[in-house]
């Protein structure tokens, strides 16, 4: 059983940093690729990032490239998202998932989710 647990959220002025974490529990999990997703009020789960289990191949939609960086720790247990410059329209719930499939930005393929950390962006 894997089991995934965020951190890190909280409420920042538009323009500031948040680094949220995944941390994970489970005997394999350090050979899942993961992943980071996003969820407003109102709106559909969004894609905000992912990462092959070894850390060599990472994704982005536009809407956050550049601002936003995925890695992992070196036990390959552990999941950071880096969030610069945030914006208003960065405010979500945050949820880190896991396959053992690389499944990108297929937010229905990954088989393993957080409970989600909220994020705040005042502007």
């Known amino acids: 059983q894997v089991q995934l647990v965020e951190s890190g959220g909280g409420l920042v002025q538009a323009g500031g940093s948040l680094r949220l974490s995944c941390a994970t529990s489970?005997?394999?999990?350090?050979?899942?690729?993961m992943g980071w997703f996003r969820q407003a009020p109102g709106k559909e789960r969004e894609f905000v990032a992912a990462?092959?289990?070894?850390?060599?191949?990472?994704d982005y939609p536009n809407s956050v490239k550049g601002r936003f960086t995925i890695s992992r720790g070196n036990a390959k247990n552990t999941m950071a998202l880096q969030m610069n410059n945030l914006q208003p329209e960065d405010t979500a719930v945050y949820y880190c998932?896991?396959?053992?499939?690389?499944?990108?930005?297929?937010?229905?393929?990954?088989?393993?989710w957080g409970p989600g950390t909220q994020v705040t962006v005042s502007s």
């Open positions: 998932a896991a396959d053992p499939v690389y499944s990108g930005s297929r937010w229905n393929e990954y088989i393993y």
């Open positions: 489970g005997r394999t999990v350090g050979s899942y690729n």
């Open positions: 990462i092959t289990w070894g850390g060599g191949i990472t």
